[in-house]
């Protein structure tokens, strides 16, 4: 006997239980999905959620962190550059010395010039100075390389001055952002965790006590949507009786494979055009 949908349901009782199966996946898809089934699947999205909150409220202090060192390398370049400058600065006195002094020779040599008595020591002296002299130039060059690296360091100094100020600006904001986020994460997270509580006590004991089971067991995962005869969890095909019965939501199964709770989700309408005039209108 098949009774049609509209059929006492005296006489549905009396189907075997396939065909109910198919009668109600058929004609009464959704209608009248397992209470538990349905608390259970939003208790998950909110365990779900707690735990991505959790996840981004603990992930702040690194965060952060990183942000800090990151500017902190900025500082340190700048102070060795300011170091290099300091330095640059000392070796250019060191060599203004070092040409203070010859240049004292020089003079006391030239005040000797006039003293000598032979035409062979004058020429030796005036060698001399032309030697101390030469010396001198040399160390001009130097200095004035000095010179020219200084200016280079200085103009490197100035440009990272700017960009550090605008670094520790752009940091400080970024951080005041991350904890207004945090802040409301928490806020966020305290919600969903009543709003999981209040769910968790609508369910009857032993969904809720499968629900924790599964939970545990399943690293957070204990509900999986079943989608063209696949858990979608562990990629596992249904059974056609399960894939049948879950198929109305309407009762609590579970996936034989991985142990979780499993509900129906329905495909989306293909796109041929052929269910309603919506769709024959996008495709005309
Ligand atoms: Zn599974």
Do not use: W
């Not at 989608?227 to 009762?251: F, I, K, S």
């Amino acid at each position: 006997m098949c009774k049609n949908e509209n059929g006492p349901k005296g006489a549905a009782a009396e189907l075997p239980s396939i065909e109910i199966s198919i009668r109600v996946a058929r004609f009464r898809l959704g209608e009248e999905v397992h209470p538990d089934l349905k608390n259970v699947i939003e208790l998950q999205q909110a365990d779900l959620k707690v735990a991505e909150l959790t996840k981004q409220i603990e992930s702040l202090p690194a965060q952060i962190q990183s942000l800090q060192s990151r500017l902190n390398e900025f500082i340190h370049a700048q102070e060795e550059r300011k170091k290099r400058l300091a330095a640059n600065q000392h070796e250019r006195k060191g060599l203004d010395g070092e040409i203070k002094v010859i240049q004292e020779k020089i003079a006391r040599h030239k005040d000797q010039l006039y003293q000598v008595k032979t035409n062979e020591q004058f020429r030796a002296m005036t060698k001399e100075i032309e030697g101390e002299e030469a010396k001198v130039r040399a160390i001009e060059d130097e200095i004035l390389e000095k010179m020219l690296e200084a200016e280079e360091i200085q103009q490197h100094v100035q440009e990272a001055t700017t960009r550090l100020q605008g670094e520790e600006a752009r940091v400080a904001a970024e951080i005041t952002r991350l904890e207004s986020e945090r802040k409301a994460d928490d806020d966020e997270r305290v919600r969903l965790q009543a709003l999981r509580n209040q769910i968790q006590d609508g369910l009857s004991e032993s969904t809720r006590n499968l629900y924790q089971r599964i939970r545990q067991a399943r690293r957070g995962l204990a509900v999986a949507e079943v989608r063209e005869g696949l858990c979608m969890a562990c990629n596992v095909l249904l059974r056609p009786q399960v894939y049948n019965d879950v198929r109305t939501n309407e009762v609590l199964l579970t996936c034989e494979n991985c142990g979780r709770i499993i509900h129906y989700v329905e495909p989306a309408p293909a796109q041929t055009g052929e269910s309603n005039g919506q769709g024959a209108e996008a495709t005309a």
